[in-house]
């Protein structure tokens, strides 16, 4: 059974830091599977934040600099490292995971991230 479980979120003064786990299971090849970080604001729709696999990283070009996307493949984890946090970041942070050889993409139930003062 696939399932990918987030963590992490919750609310942080502007130009704070929070760091987001995703737990993935059923995930056999999870070294070889392509990860990511999406985020939905208020009223907005879902964007890309950050993605991981082949060996590479990506990035929205709002949050390169400020956010790090890295994985444990030996705990099948994937994190993102939020520093700067801005209120515009303010959102529900979910996990994305597409296992190797597949198409098909899992979803995370989300996490809320909150920057206010």
């Known amino acids: 059974q696939v399932q990918l479980v987030e963590s992490g979120g919750g609310l942080v003064q502007p130009g704070g830091s929070l760091r987001l786990s995703c737990a993935a299971s059923?995930?056999?090849?999870?070294?070889?599977?392509?990860m990511s970080w999406y985020r939905q604001a208020p009223g907005k729709e879902r964007e890309l934040v950050a993605g991981s696999g082949g060996g590479s990283t990506n990035y929205a070009d709002g949050v390169k600099g400020r956010f790090s996307i890295s994985r444990d493949n030996a705990k099948k984890t994937v994190y993102l490292q939020m520093n700067s946090l801005k209120a515009e970041d303010t959102a529900v942070y979910y996990c994305n995971g597409r296992r190797w050889g597949e198409s098909l993409a899992y979803w995370g139930q989300g996490t809320q991230v909150t920057v206010s003062s």
């Open positions: 059923g995930f056999t090849f999870f070294s070889r599977s392509s």
